[in-house]
């Protein structure tokens, strides 16, 4: 590998913690010794000026301290240093330095030493510029042709070129367009000044153009260049190379053409002295700096490129020639003459790493050494392995996926909420119309149990909440330490929040042996807001447009236990209504049933029922958990008022339509306004003045209504918001109705909130519409989907705003019909086979009843019939059916309704005669049989069967049948718990006990496959399997 290392003559570092840049570096000959040797001229940003003349005993060895000519601090940062002949009357070399806002000349000399010391040498100002504007960088050279002499060009960072003459300053110009400065250079053969604009375009400037402008100390800025006395500022020629320039150098090393070289982000140009390509190269790296140098061969020229993966790649025009890994990525590179050895590499590191390199190559000393051969001991490699297997085995037994530290965490944070209302209200900025807006505290501790580096606090509550302060910055925190800070948390929009919830994060760094700077690790808490910060008591309402009424198994509370905060303790246990004023809301009422285990929630807002609600349901759930008591449950046996929840999604969604409205009024007024200032800034050029043709009116009129537009669109945006914020509310409540209603699991109510809620922020890019639509659809095709057709349809990836809302809620409506129907929330593929309920042997799906097509929405509120409503039936333990008898309990269990008559005329689904042929069409829709029992109904045709069930049956003449499960359309939610399961023989009465393998909450589904074996060939047309509580209707 030691073949392409540069190999390190010289090296040394400069200073501690000094910065260095593409200027800071120069190598030349600046004491004038006469010998030909180059010395290393460095400046730091920190102002330390050094000279170095590196001469080792021998390659590779330490710095030595008579290596260092001279070291001195200026007082400020030296930005490029150059050595050239800057002052007059000598054609001496002399040291240019540029600070921010000097130059300085000095003259370096050297005085014979008489001793084992050495030289000495110092540096004398001969003379300096005091800059009116802020340098960037410079160049220098025989500016106008001057023979023997050298000028300075200056570019400040605004763009202005000035121009020394040695000791007096010449004149200045500004650059046309300027925007950024850029890399600066001169070329002598054509007198210009070469430079890369902000417009990543190589821009040329002639010397005599530049002397014979309008000076820039007389003008402005460019507008007045253009009208005052004097030549414009032209360009010679441009070039467009279409990326930024890290640097530009200009050679010419014969008395041929020069050429230009600019070094790109990621291409590397050589141009000719106008601007046409000579040759580009295209970079697969990162290049930081680079220098051209003399090639040994005519024509071509040698291009040194250094990357910032610490590789010099070394070329002759356009071709690689060599390459050679460096020890830190240079930010400038230059080629030296010292003593005898002519052509060294030295480069300088942005942190201060000074390396003389050559090319070349070390012989190799080293030598493998011979391998002792030895035979393998097989027993002792194997109980090797076995151990190493026995730690594997142990490590993988242990769940702790974090350290042992993890166990406690290093730092907690802890919240507390103050159970009291401020008593000075701490609100900063409120826009709530009500009077006094209360505040609560809340405070947070940080504990540390190791040393914690850069710890910060941030607290996030979700609007229209707001804290006073949310950011803390802490120092760092010594082990078994603390931090506490108190902040209040108010109501700041003019709307009732859809959650009081609030979250405490703090980010900070643990130092490790292997990283000292710190790992980072974030630790949070939540907190609770009272209900009483955002409403406050006040008399109980009897008339509200929306009401709720929640079922519990225990008798009811009386308010002034569960609410001491809200009732007055005087009026005893007799407290039976409560009311509820919110701030930015109506008024909502709460109301205890006397009779019955009910509680009733009313208000004339749909949105504002929601925090009494689950509040109400929360303090009910710690009142009996502090009883021990267990089996305390709510549900809630109404209607879903869904009609009230798409008016707040219509509303929102108008609010949407308005803002994209509003948009793209905005850009065509925006567009109309600076067509006509382009109108009046061209008539107001004309040197002769021209009538304005009420331009100026126009303008006006166009400017009001830009800005009556933009208070338009920020209300409405306001509006949006609020209305989002009650869509939030009303979809949280109908989330809690929905999982009380179908007694959902903790899971299931977790994928209903992110199907509902799954964006925190509302915007124009990516609405609540279309993101419900698309979690919405997705759970109909897969867990609740009703056949395989379902599944195979495809979503589509990009998420867009839609037309209207009528698919969001004809989807919501759909996906409540379904779970009544006893439809199950998961995310599994497994699951959503089943419930597709396709058949074995690639049977069809049986269709579903026409119940879910004609689901009505009766006056305002959709209905869904519930589990309660179903007519209770007495049950008899043990049957002798007939075909008829299953006919009738077959359509029982499929519609869930006792009147069976009235059903067989609604659903019409009474194909056949009468007689026990009735049961065939039926039976055709709810039972279908793999292999054989397929194959028989194949013999009558496709279709609906025309031979009654039994004939089908006799038929087959098989001891063994097959059943496969389906899905059974019903609405009978007690079937869900069932896990016995009886075969019956009508004549033989004998009968088998069997579990099915999955039984799905809120719907029955029958084994997946049953097998039942019976003796006699007759006793098999009257089989069937029922569940073991089914009533008996006859």
């Known amino acids: 590998m030691s073949l392409f290392k540069a190999r390190n003559w010289w090296s040394t570092i400069l200073g501690e913690k000094e910065e260095f840049d593409q200027g800071c570096l120069c190598v030349a000959d600046v004491d004038n010794s006469g010998s030909g040797q180059d010395k290393v001229i460095v ?123 040695q000791e007096s300053y010449a004149f200045g110009r500004f650059l046309p367009g300027f925007l950024l400065p850029g890399p600066l250079t001169y070329s002598s053969r054509t007198d210009s000044f070469i430079t890369v604009s902000s417009c990543q375009r190589v821009e040329s400037y002639k010397y005599q153009v530049l002397a014979f402008a309008t000076d820039a100390d007389e003008r402005q800025d460019t507008e007045q260049q253009k009208l005052s006395s004097g030549k414009r500022l032209v360009v010679d020629w441009i070039l467009n190379i279409g990326e930024q320039a890290l640097d530009i150098c200009v050679v010419s090393f014969n008395q041929g053409a020069s050429s230009v070289f600019v070094l790109g982000e990621r291409n590397f140009f050589c141009l000719k002295d106008n601007g046409q390509i000579r040759f580009m190269k295209k970079l697969d790296y990162s290049p930081s700096c680079f220098v051209p140098y003399c090639s040994v061969r005519e024509g071509t020229i040698n291009t040194l490129i250094a990357s910032h993966s610490k590789i010099l790649n070394v070329y002759q025009d356009v071709t690689l020639k060599w390459a050679t890994q460096l020890p830190c990525i240079p930010v400038s590179v230059k080629v030296a003459n010292f003593q005898d050895l002519k052509g060294v590499i030295v480069t300088l590191s942005d942190d201060g790493h ?48 974090l350290p042992e530290s ?13 159970p009291d209302l401020d008593e000075e209200s701490q609100a900063i900025g409120s826009e709530v119309k009500a009077g006094a807006v209360p505040s609560v505290t809340v405070k947070i501790t940080i504990q540390s149990r190791v040393t914690a580096q850069k710890p910060s606090l941030v ?37 009732s929040p859809p959650e009081l919830e609030g979250t405490c994060m703090v980010s900070y760094n643990i130092a490790t ?106 303090r009910l759930e710690e009142h009996f958990k502090k009883q021990n008591c267990k089996d305390f449950a709510c549900t809630f046996s109404g209607s879903i008022p869904l009609q009230e929840y798409f008016e707040l999604i219509d509303r929102h969604f108008e609010l949407r339509l308005n ?46 209504e830009v800005i009556a537009l933009a208070d338009a669109a920020e209300e409405n945006q306001a509006n949006v918001f609020q209305a989002f914020a009650k869509l939030k509310s009303a979809t949280h409540l109908v989330i809690m109705l929905i999982s009380l209603w179908q007694k959902l699991s903790t899971d299931q109510v977790a994928i209903l909130e992110a199907t509902f809620l799954p964006l925190a922020e509302d915007t124009q890019e990516l609405g609540w519409e279309e993101t419900v639509d698309a979690a919405v659809s997705y759970l109909l095709r897969t867990c609740l989907s009703k056949s395989s057709k379902e599944q195979a349809l495809t979503l589509s990836s990009h ?151 039994q004939e089908v049956l006799q038929a087959s003449k098989m001891d063994k049948f097959l059943t496969s499960a389906l899905l059974l359309p019903q609405k009978l939610h007690r079937w869900s718990e069932l896990t016995p399961w009886r075969v019956f023989s009508c004549y033989a009465c004998s009968e088998v006990s069997f579990r099915p393998n999955q039984c799905v909450e809120g719907a029955l589904v029958m084994i997946t496959m049953v097998s039942f074996h019976v003796k006699k060939e007759n006793h098999i047309t009257n089989l069937y399997i029922l569940p073991c509580d089914c009533p008996a209707l006859v």
């Open 513 to 618: 042996e292997l990283n000292p700077e710190g790992i980072p690790r974030v630790s949070q808490c939540s907190f609770s807001l009272p209900l009483k910060l955002v409403c406050f008591p006040a008399q109980p309402s009897k008339a509200a447009n929306h009401k709720l009424t929640i079922d519990t198994n225990k008798p009811p509370i009386s308010f002034v236990t569960i609410f001491p905060d809200f009732v007055d303790p005087s009026e005893g246990d007799q407290a039976n209504a409560l009311g509820f004023q919110f701030i930015a809301g109506s008024k909502a009422t709460l109301l205890a049933s006397k009779t019955s285990q009910r509680y009733r929630i009313q208000s004339d807002q749909l949105e504002d029922l929601w925090l009494v609600t689950k509040e109400l349901i929360y």
């Open 659 to 704: 803002a994209e409205k509003y948009q793209e009024l905005l850009s065509e007024r925006a567009v109309q306004f600076r067509a006509i200032e382009r109108r009046l800034l061209t008539r107001f050029k004309e040197k002769t003045p021209a009538p304005l043709q009420h331009l100026d009116t126009l303008l006006e009129g166009t400017f009001r």
């Open 799 to 949: 998420l867009s705003m839609p037309k209207d809302t009528s698919r969001l809620k004809k989807n919501i409506t759909l996906f409540c019909d379904r779970l009544a129907k006893g439809g199950r929330l998961s995310l599994s593929t497994d699951l959503a086979t089943q419930q597709a309920a396709v058949m074995l042997g690639g049977c069809a799906a049986i269709p579903e009843s026409d119940l879910e097509e004609r689901t009505a929405i009766p006056g305002s509120t959709a209905m869904f019939v519930t589990h309660g409503e179903t007519t209770k039936q007495k049950s008899k333990p043990g049957w002798m059916l007939g075909d008829q008898v299953m006919y009738n309990i077959l359509l029982w269990l499929t519609t869930g309704k006792a009147s069976l008559e009235k059903e067989l005329l609604h659903t019409k689904w009474m194909m056949g005669n009468q007689g026990d042929s009735e049961a065939t069409p039926v039976l055709s829709r709810l039972f279908h049989w793999t292999a054989i029992g397929s194959e028989v109904w194949s013999r009558h045709g496709t279709g609906r069967p025309k031979v009654p069930f």
């Open 459 to 495: 607290v996030c509550v979700q609007p229209p909440l707001a804290v006073t302060c949310d950011q803390f910055v802490f120092d760092d925190l010594e082990p078994d330490s603390s931090e506490t800070v108190v902040l209040s948390v108010f109501l700041k929009e003019n709307c």
């Open 43 to 165: 400046g730091s940003y920190k102002g330390y000026l050094r000279i170095f003349n590196p001469h080792p005993v021998k390659p590779g060895d330490e710095v030595q301290p008579e290596d260092l000519l001279l070291e001195v601090q200026l007082r400020e940062p030296i930005l490029q240093v150059e050595v050239g002949k800057f002052v007059s009357g000598t054609e001496g070399l002399h040291l240019a330095v540029l600070h921010c806002r000097k130059l300085c000349v000095y003259a370096v000399s050297g005085t014979q030493g008489n001793v084992e010391h050495g030289n000495q040498y110092q540096i004398k100002l001969v003379y300096e510029h005091n800059l009116q504007r802020t340098a960037c960088n410079m160049t220098y050279g025989p500016f106008g042709g001057v023979k023997g002499r050298d000028f300075i060009c200056i570019q400040s960072m605004d763009g202005m070129l000035m121009l020394f003459e």
């Open 406 to 418: 993890e166990k406690q965490r290093d730092l907690t944070v802890t919240a507390e909420v103050s």
């Open 354 to 401: 000074l390396q003389c390199s050559y090319l070349g190559t070390d012989p190799s000393l080293f030598q493998a050494p011979k391998v002792d051969s030895r035979e393998i001991n097989y027993e002792e490699i194997n109980a090797e392995m076995k151990e190493l297997q026995r730690i594997i085995r142990e490590a993988t037994k242990t769940q702790d996926i």
